[in-house]
C-alpha cells in the first residue's frame, strides 16, 4: 500500500497543509515556489485520480474472490 | 327559535367541525369510482369494506414528483408521474390530504395533497406485529445506530447477482466516489431459501473483517416479493452485524423491517449508493477550490517578495558598482580641482619667487651698476672741473659773458612791459621823495618815452 501513490485524501490533505503554510507562513521564496509547485501539481494530480477513479467490483462467494461480471439478464 | 338552523348553518358548522378536527390526514384505502374529467381533477373514492371515502385531487396539486416526499430519495431517472395520472381502481394507496365538507352535495370529501401507491394487505398485520416485538427488544433503537462510513473504500453488498438493483447499484457507484472495491456477497433474494441465505451473507460480510460497511439491497417488488426483508432471521443478523449495515430495499412499500433494523435506510439500491459516495464533481470542486486559495496564497506571497525586492533594490541602487564609480569619479573630480588649483598656486608661487629673485638679481645688478656708476661719477668729477678749466674756449667764455652782460642791460626788461622813472635830469627816480607833484617826470618805456607831470606823490602805507 505505501509504495503506491499517495490517496486523494492524502493528497488533498496535504494541499490543504500547503495552503495553509503558504497563507500564514514567512516561507522564503524558494520554499514558497516548491511548496506551490507541489500544491499545483497534487490538484492536478487529484484531478486525475478523480477522473480515473473506478470501483473495483468483485464477486465473493464461497471463500472465492473472483471479478464481477454485470449479467445482462433481468430478474 | 334559536335552536333551529338553516341548512348553511348546519353545513357550515359540519364543515368547520371536520376541517379543524382533520386539518391533516394520511388515509389508506382501495381506489373505486376513478374519473378523468377533461377538467383534470381526478375524482375517486377510496373503500375499506363497506366505508368509502370520496376524495378529490385537483389539478393544481397534482406534481411529478422529482422525488419521493416519503422518503427524500431523489430519483436518477428524472421524475415520476403523479399518482393521478397512474392509479387505477382496485389499487391500494396511501393518500395524504385534509377533509372538507362540499355542501352543494352534503358530503364530506378529502382534497389531496399526494397520494402513493401501498402494497399492504393482509400481510401488514404480521408485519405490525413483528415490528412490535422487535422494537419492544430494541433491534430498532435509534441509539444504537452507527453512522455510515462516507466514501468507504470497501464496501460489501448482500444481494442477487442479477438484476435491477445491483445494475442500480453499480451504475450509481459508477459515477461516484473515488474508487472503491465492492465486494457483491450473491444470494437470492426471494423465496423460502433467501432469509437464511441473507442472513449468512451478512454475518459472512460482518464478521471477515474486509468490509467497512454492508449494503443490504434489493430491487422494488410486490410485498410478496420483499418479504425476505421481513424475516426475523435477517432482522437479526442486520442487528448482529459488527459493522455498518445500510439497507436500500425497494421504494416502492413501506420500510421493511431489515430496513427499521438497518443503521441506516436508503429508499433504493441507487439511494444507498448516492449515501455511500459524493459525486465525482463534488471532489472537483474541492480540489477547484483549494487550487484557487492555493493559487491567491501564492499570488500574494510573491507580492510580497516583489515588494520587498523593490524596496532591496532601491536601498542596493545606492550601494551598487555604479553609484560608487559614479561616487569615485566625483572624488576624482575633486580631488583632480584641487590638484589644479594647488598646482597653479604653486607655479604662480614658484613664479612669484622667481620674480623675486630676478628682483633681488636685477636690484643687485643696479646697485652695483649705481655704484659702479658712483664711482664713475665720483672719478670723472675732479676730471670734468679739470676739462673745464683746461677745456673751455675763450670764444665760449665771451659768449657767456656777453650773455650775462645782456642779462644786465636795463632797458632789457622794458620789452617785458616794465618801465623806468627818470627825473628831468635824467637820474633814476628811486623813491618818491624825488618827485613832488607839478614836477615833470620822463618815463622811460621800450618804444619810446613820455614826459609826464607828477599830480599826487602816495607813499606806500599811506591813507590808501
Known sequence: MKKKEPSFEERLARLQAIVASLESGNAPLAESVALYKEGIAHAAACREQIERARHDIKVCSEGAVTPFEMSEEDE | MDSILSVRQVTERVKQAVEVRFPYVWVQGEVTNLSRPSSGHVYFSLKEGDCLLNCVWFRGQQKDEAFDPLTGEVWEDGPRPSAARTMENGQTLVCAGHLTVYGARGQYQMVLDFAQAAGLGLWHQQFEEMKRRLAAEGLFDAERKRP????????????????????????????????????????????????????????????????????????????QDL?????????RAVHASPIPVL???????????????????????????????????????????????????MERRLELFSSKVEQGGRALALLSPLERLRMQEERLDSLLRRMDSSLTAHIAQQLQSLERLSLRLENAGDHRLDLLELALERASAPVGRLGRLVGLSQEHELSRLELRLRALDPYEPLKRGYAMALAEDGTFLRSVEQAAPGRNVIVELADGRLVTVVNAVERKGDGA
Open chain 2, 148 to 223: 455510515i462510513p462516507r466514501e468507504p473504500k470497501r464496501v460489501a453488498v448482500v444481494t442477487a447477482p442479477t438484476g435491477a438493483a445491483i445494475r442500480d447499484f453499480i451504475r450509481i457507484a459508477g459515477e461516484r466516489g473515488l474508487g472503491s472495491e465492492i465486494r457483491i456477497c450473491p444470494t437470492p433474494v426471494q423465496g423460502e431459501d433467501a432469509p437464511p441465505r441473507i442472513a449468512d451473507a451478512l454475518r459472512q460480510a460482518g464478521n471477515d473483517g474486509w468490509a467497512e460497511v454492508i449494503a443490504l439491497i434489493r430491487g422494488g417488488g410486490s410485498v
Open chain 2, 227 to 235: 418479504w425476505a426483508f421481513n424475516d426475523e432471521r435477517v432482522a
Open chain 2, 247 to 297: 439497507a436500500g430495499i425497494g421504494h416502492e412499500i413501506d420500510h421493511s423491517i431489515a430496513d427499521f433494523t438497518a443503521d441506516f435506510s436508503a429508499a433504493t439500491p441507487s439511494h444507498a449508493a448516492q449515501l455511500l459516495w459524493q459525486e465525482r464533481r463534488i471532489f472537483e470542486q474541492h480540489v477547484d477550490g483549494l487550487e484557487l486559495a492555493l493559487m491567491q496564497a
